[in-house]
């Protein structure tokens, strides 16, 4: 052993989040031991005791000093403080020192990742940087069964695997750190991550995907990780035998509430509408639990606060209720019903914000919601910004389908479309190269 301080990760199965903090240390080649905490109560009880009554995983300590869980770690390794715990902190000899690369690529979801493979075989040498949702929104899945290919379905974290895999074997470097800015004033562009690491590129594909919306309302930071949770997947083994409230109408509600039912007492799923946004085969299946008497639906119906302690975790919620839908906007109608309802677990399940705030101040239309505008049409350069030489794919884009499949299809776009851009910089530095001598002679 080194002198390296003592990490220990808590963990659980089937966790995605645990799953990104034991690749963090692995790519700082920090040493780590770990807790699995699924079937061993005694675990589990040490766990929630040394985490200040957290019944979420994982769980990280330095030095028996509580880091937290993937947020509260990850967020230290955008600061570079968790590289000073750990000892390993670069003494900052080495800021002037950039590194080139033909390509990078922002995220390893499956945008990312099929961007990755399909530079890798154009011989582009792609630099993927992992971002701070390694894997992106399918590590969070359980069961991906519309993935073509695959008849049985697949795991989301086992089909991100494979695709890492895939692209490391076609010579793509998976580097784990946040984009913090693109600098397009100069070429090549000047990439900073988080923890200042400096990189220049001919070429950035932006995959960088989306992260869960929360609601802003009251009990809201004071229960994230304490019995509020934005992954059914990753905590919903936690709260068995509770009675769980989804909050949402999407296909990400419905396949959240659909999963909890492994666990809960009776799963709620609040939507402020009287339609659902999702696609007909999961309404179906939260139809079929319904009929089942595991769920139950309160349409016309929003959470506006959470009630509850961090040492006892979540013990009710007020909710708003109007038929007309949308109840907050309706709280001065003597028609809406607002109410205390009795859960011990909440589900955010409400949508995303696309990560492309690094692409501030590069000339990169966005709309108001912060989604990249790319070219699209027909023909080739369809992820093509209106900077030459930043692309974009995935989540950062599309707001509408939100599917892998097509995920994937961008992500590929994407390669093909920077792959292009590249050879035709190649051709005009060549012709450049060529005309200087004759210059020269004049």
Known sequence: MSDQPRVEIYTKEDCPYCEKAKDLFDAKEIEYETYNVTGDDDRFEEMVERANGRKTAPEVFIDDELIGGWDDTSALDETGELDEKLGIADDGDDDDVVEHRKLIIAGTGIAGLTAAIYAGRSNNDPLVIEGDEPGGQLTLTTDVANYPGFPEGISGPDLVNNMKEQARQFGAELKNGIID??????????????NGDVYTADAVIAASGASARTLGIPGEDELMGYGLSTCATCDGAFFRGEDMLVVGGGDAAMEEATFLTKFADTVYIA????????EDYWVDRVHEKVEEGEIEIMKNTEVIELHGSQEEGVDHVTLVENEQGHPTDRLDDPETNEFEFDVGAVFFAIGHTPNTDYLEGTGVEM????????QGGDGGGQTETDVPGIFGAGDVVDYHYQQAVTAAGMGSKAALDADEYLEDLERA??????????????
């Open 271 to 278: 939507h402020r509408r009287e339609e659902f946004r999702a």
């Open 181 to 194: 800015t693109v600098d397009a004033d100069q070429r090549p562009f000047r990439v900073e991550l988080t």
């Open 367 to 374: 709309d108001d919601e912060g989604y990249l505008r790319t």
């Open 429 to 442: 530095d060549s012709s450049v190269e060529e005309a200087e001598p004759a210059a020269a002679d004049d």
